[in-house]
Nanobody, 117 residues
Framework: QVQLVESGGGLVQAGGSLGLSCAAS????????MGWFRQAPGKEREFVAG????????SYADSVQGRFYISRDSAKNTVFLQMNSLKPEDTAVYYC??????????WGQGTQVTVSS
């Protein structure tokens, strides 16, 4: 129903910044919320940030609060994650996701973010 394509990611030094983008297509009118999750090696996938599509109300994991910022461009059906003051523990594969039809039902392909010390 909804297809997500991520871009961004890469290698950055601790303290640096990266921006991720995720473009949605398909039945985008059904999107209630979009967000970002991440999964580090040996760890469970965790919620990072979310944004309600209609109201732009945002939420963040405690671990990224004040450092990461999620935003959207409704005209482009795109969600962004601006990551600042990156730490090595932020190293993970980051996944874009769309909440629709009652669940986080659509996922991007994942993009690697590596933060070196």
């Amino acid at each position: 129903q909804v297809q997500l394509v991520e871009s961004g990611g890469g290698l950055v030094q601790a303290g640096g910044s990266l921006g991720l983008s995720c473009a949605a297509s398909g039945r985008t009118g059904k999107i209630f919320r979009m967000g970002w999750f991440r999964q580090a090696p040996g760890k469970e996938r965790e919620f990072v940030a979310g944004i309600k599509w209609s109201t732009e109300i945002t939420s963040y994991a405690d671990s990224v609060q004040g450092r990461f910022y999620i935003s959207r461009d409704s005209a482009k059906n795109t969600v962004f994650l601006q990551m600042n003051s990156l730490k090595p523990e932020d190293t993970a594969v980051y996944y874009c996701a769309a909440h629709h039809d009652g669940s986080w039902g659509s996922w991007g392909q994942g993009t690697q973010v590596t933060v070196s010390s």
